[in-house]
């Protein structure tokens, strides 16, 4: 303690204290053990502390101070000349401030309350101030001043998520979206559909750009799944079918529906056990016409070039789901049916086939997937036949191997993805764009 000394203000006993105040001529404090203590000036009581332990919160100020228990009791010593220690019984308190000449409290629902002189209206709480929260209170001599308490956040689905923070603020079932790639942001689904062969390896038999929505509850559980597509290029004589697969039974899908170009589309739902398959394109010429005679969609630059066509689908469950409970492969699992064929599927690289795929192709041709240590749909230098890009990508031209167009893309996949991790970004020395599909 620093400043006059007159009445042993100053002279702090040796001990710790977790809270102190300083009155006119006197001291007071909290000690560790919960008690009260107080020195300097005895002349009014102001050192006559009340007994007991518990006390949490200490006050002082001129001749009188003010202490506030853990059970919410207020209790005050010293100076009554202005009714400064008349509290106001039947209430708890949660902050308190001794005046000059009067007192200050906040009540455990957040009211103010004041006690003591008045004459300059310090005691008296403002009409404005009613029904407003408050955090706390300090009283001067002839003022006092208040601090609002945070308003609780307002939480109109009552699903514990504050409604500035919840993306579906009247829906307690639905909090927030997870997209991927980003929000915002598209990623691109690429095939080669003559697996088990590697064919013209030109991955723009089917291209999908693509975003997953995941609506998740205040649990981060999903509640819906939903996509937005667009149907880039068909760069194929087969008429290829695309479906996903998803890691729950169909008996916990309450509804489910598909938009095609902008119109209703049927998406067939198939079981596969404990998983379900949605069929999003049943065929390609459901969407484009793809002439023959070597003429395709959005390949080929010196053909026509078309606007993207946009597909959806949105998945309700019945119940919310835990995404720790999925497989490795997580939500969803996209592949291409080759020319329609239910069996004959084309998965992204180390994602497992369905029930339905058809394994007496796996390790035929360019094949090596092995169920039994978990390979899948790779050749022998680890090559895919279908990619998951985290970008809006440009593809080869037809009939144009990958490799012609995106130079780092066969080490890429041969050093098991450790290497170019950017492969398919379009960086001068990587890349041959005379190969890449640009209209």
């Known amino acids: 303690a620093r400043g006059r000394n007159s009445s042993q203000q100053c002279h702090v006993p040796s001990r710790t204290y977790p809270d102190v105040a300083a009155g006119e001529v006197f001291s007071a404090a909290i000690r560790s053990n919960g008690t009260l203590a107080a020195w ?22 001129s001749r009188h101070g003010l202490a506030l228990k853990t059970d919410g009791t207020l209790v005050g010593w010293g100076v009554n000349w202005n009714n400064q ?28 309350v004041g006690w003591g002189l008045d004459g300059n209206l310090q005691s008296s709480i403002p009409s404005g101030a009613t029904g407003i929260p408050f955090a706390s209170v300090s009283a001067g001599m002839h003022f006092s001043v208040a601090l609002t308490a945070p308003v609780a956040d307002a939480d109109a689905d009552g699903d514990g998520v504050p409604d500035d923070l919840d993306e579906y603020p009247d829906d307690s079932e639905r909090a927030f979206d997870v997209v991927y790639p980003s929000p915002g942001g598209w990623g691109t689904l690429a095939y080669e559909d003559m697996w088990p062969k590697k064919g013209d390896y030109d991955f723009n038999d089917l291209v999908l750009d693509y975003q997953i929505i995941l609506v998740m509850n205040s649990e981060n559980h999903i509640k819906d799944v939903k996509a937005n597509l667009e149907l880039k290029a068909v760069g194929a004589t087969f008429q290829n079918a695309f479906a996903v697969e998803f ?17 209703p589309y049927n998406m067939p739902l198939i079981e596969a056990g404990t998983h379900s398959i949605l069929n999003v394109i049943s065929n390609t010429n459901d969407f484009v016409s793809v002439p023959g ?32 409970d999925f497989p490795d492969w997580g939500v969803a699992n996209p592949y291409l049916m080759v020319n329609r064929v239910q069996g004959h599927e084309v998965h992204l690289p180390g994602y497992p086939p369905t029930i339905h795929a058809d394994t007496n192709l796996f390790g035929m041709d360019d094949d090596t997937t092995d169920p039994g ?21 440009k593809y080869p031209i037809e009939k144009i191997q990958i490799t012609r167009g995106y130079l780092a893309f066969a080490p890429w996949a041969e050093s098991g993805g450790t290497q170019y991790e950017n492969w398919y970004e379009l960086i001068s020395g990587q890349i041959n764009s005379d190969n890449i599909y640009n209209p």
């Open 293 to 324: 005679h070597d003429v395709f969609w959005n390949t080929q630059p010196s053909q026509p070039s078309y606007d993207p066509i946009p597909i959806s689908f949105e998945i309700i469950l019945n119940t919310p789901l835990d995404p720790n």
């Open 373 to 393: 240590s978990g390979r899948y749909y790779k050749t022998a230098n680890n090559l895919p036949w279908a990619l998951d890009i985290p970008v809006r990508w």
């Open 85 to 112: 220690l008349n509290i106001p019984a039947g209430f708890t308190y949660t902050d308190m401030s001794a005046g000059w000449f009067h007192s200050l409290a906040v009540k455990t629902d957040g009211s103010l």
């Open 40 to 61: 300097g000036t005895t002349w009014n009581g102001e050192t006559s502390v009340p007994s007991g332990s518990n006390y949490v919160k200490i006050s002082a100020q």
């Open 247 to 263: 890691p729950f039974p169909v008996s916990t899908i309450a509804s489910h529906s598909g938009l095609g170009n902008s119109q």
